[in-house]
């Protein structure tokens, strides 16, 4: 029997680091605003039965008529006001999940080159070991530079990683983990981070380079960029005669 997945999408970004008035979610790529090209990559997974979209409160109505209902996300089960923080938006829309859910899938809103072979290894080792991060290896020389603004060390990167989405836990460690984090007044940087804080092990998994989350321009760009070889790709498949 499958299991259930639910994929919760915070999407409460600002401009701020994109030099825009507008929030980065919004932005047009390609024709699409970002957010409607990860939430069409999530729509037509075999893999993600429902999505929760958590946005901020003020957004509500816009994302709904000019989101969801024109881009026929069926997948969307509800559209939810935000938190003050990403933790507090996931929380919001874990507190929206029943024991029918197996799985939770938590994946950036603004990451969209998310594949479906990403998706199916994650859900795969959270089904496994419990709970999973999509990551890369550190290729750059890592140095640890404190306030004073000179290098105190330099770490070894063969055993650094990048931490991606998407994450994909066993829903009761999941809910579990952000009971304990409310409890101890944990604030994390991902939600591996609050499973971690639980004392259950995460396991990682290879996620990709290009699966990159878009902040500033330059990441707008590359994504664009992205999206123009991967069209270039399809119409040479599509164009090149079969023998």
């Known amino acids: 029997m499958k299991p259930k997945v639910i994929a919760i999408i915070p999407a409460g970004g600002s401009g701020r680091r994109m ?7 919004y932005l047009f790529m390609n024709g ?13 997974s075999s893999l993600i039965d429902e999505i929760l979209l958590v946005v901020p409160e003020g957004d509500l109505f816009f994302v709904r008529e000019s989101i969801a209902k024109p881009y026929r996300l069926t997948k969307i089960q509800n559209i939810i006001a935000g938190g003050k923080e ?10 929206e999940i029943g024991d029918q859910c197996d799985v939770v899938v938590v994946h950036d809103g603004v990451r969209p080159f998310v594949t479906e072979e990403m998706l199916s290894r994650v859900i795969g080792a959270a089904l496994q070991f419990g709970a999973a991060v999509a990551g890369v290896p550190v290729t750059d020389t890592v140095k ?11 770490l070894n990167r063969e055993t650094l990683w990048l931490a991606q989405t998407p994450q994909a836990f066993q829903r009761r460690i999941l809910q579990k983990a952000y009971r304990k984090a409310a409890e101890d007044d944990f604030h994390g940087t991902d939600d591996a981070s609050l499973v971690e804080h639980l004392g259950t092990p995460v396991k990682m998994i290879r996620g990709d380079y290009r699966n990159i989350k878009i902040t500033t321009p330059d990441d707008l760009v590359l994504a664009e960029a992205f999206l123009r070889e991967d069209e270039g790709e399809r119409f040479l498949s599509s164009s090149c005669p079969e023998y």
């Open 144 to 154: 640890e530079v404190p306030g004073d603004g000179y290098i105190s060390r330099t």
């Open 19 to 25: 030099q825009s008035p507008n929030p980065k979610q």
């Open 32 to 44: 699409k605003p970002v957010l409607v090209h990860t939430l069409l990559r999530l729509q037509k």
């Open 86 to 95: 990403r933790q507090d938006s996931v929380r919001n829309g874990l507190a």
